[in-house]
């Protein structure tokens, strides 16, 4: 029997190529792999700085929010940038819907612009700016004894101030004078109270909280943020706006009172809305003003002064002379047997929510919605 032998020459080096491109496959998957790994690991770091700027947008925009803000147009919106840790960027759009409401969309950006590496976050939330929930029971609310004599008008038939066009529809009408059943009215003259209805006679008039309790506020919370405060037995002549170098100087002279008559295009004035608080009792004579005005006694306006907003008096009321016009509503809680209201002279007060609103909004915050306040955009 022949045995026939065949060279196995060349084998070694075909197994080691074999193997080279096996190790190389490997090799590759790994390197494939861990590069996956390493770039689904950098993308959710920046999709988790994107959301944390995002989210940051938000808080940023609640905590320094600008009181001018209050006053911008429904659908007008405002574009704010802040910067985040490590590179990260937010950029808020706000944009108020109605009344005291505005929606915020924050888009938070993370990793380099206009890249493969860039993560985007967008949260929405509706804030509604927390003002007081004061109980307008009529254009005026007393429960002291009242006299009203000359050319008189009350009015509690909701309608805009004079020169303010900005006001979207009117409110339910209140009552011209809420009073209660143990008010004395004494009524002479060419008198005009007019509202539904123009009397009410009612309990809450002569309820404190009424007055001075406002739902999470009250009439010392809101004293205590006042703008303007001057001390007992103060006499003003001629308040009114004042604007240098096109600036409305709120911070710098204490008769500012802000511009209730406005303009178009608007005054530097007109979104300045002060919280003014008298420790005692205040006359004012002449001038203008908006806003929120407290007296801790009696108030005296002894003619032609105009105010837009609210009026919140614990003591008397006397309002006297030619000219003198409150658009908003006035209430005088009279927290004093002897305390009393008199209405005399040319003297209109009419009821006005624009007013109140714009009045109460203007140093108001925002605070979020409590139900579908906030939403993950994508």
Partial sequence: MRTTLQSEKGMALLMALGAIVIIGVLIGGVVFVTTQDYRIGGNTVRQARAAAAAELGLNRLAQDWNLANN?????????????????????????????????????????????????????????????????????????????????VTVNGNDAPPASWTACGPNAANVAGAAITPTTTATVNGSVTVDGSPPVLTTLAAGDTNTYFNYGSSNYQSIAASANLTYAGNTQLTGVGPIVLGGVCQSSVIPANWGEPTHASPATPCESYFPIIHALGDLKVTTGRGQGILLVDGDLNIAGDFTFDGVVIVRRGLKMSGTGNKVSGAVMAASVDVNDNVAVVGNTSILYSSCALVAAMSGSAYPKQARQRGWVDVY
């Fill in 71 to 151: 006053q911008r147009q429904v659908g007008n919106p405002l574009v704010i940038s802040y910067t985040a840790p490590r590179g990260a960027s937010a950029k808020v759009t706000v944009t108020r819907v109605s009344g005291v409401y505005f929606w915020a969309v924050s888009e938070g950006t993370a990793g380099a612009l206009g890249s493969q590496a860039t993560a985007r976050r967008r949260y929405g939330t509706f804030f509604r700016l927390d003002i007081p929930q004061m109980n307008f029971l009529g254009a005026i609310t007393t429960q002291g004894n009242t006299t009203i004599n000359g050319n």
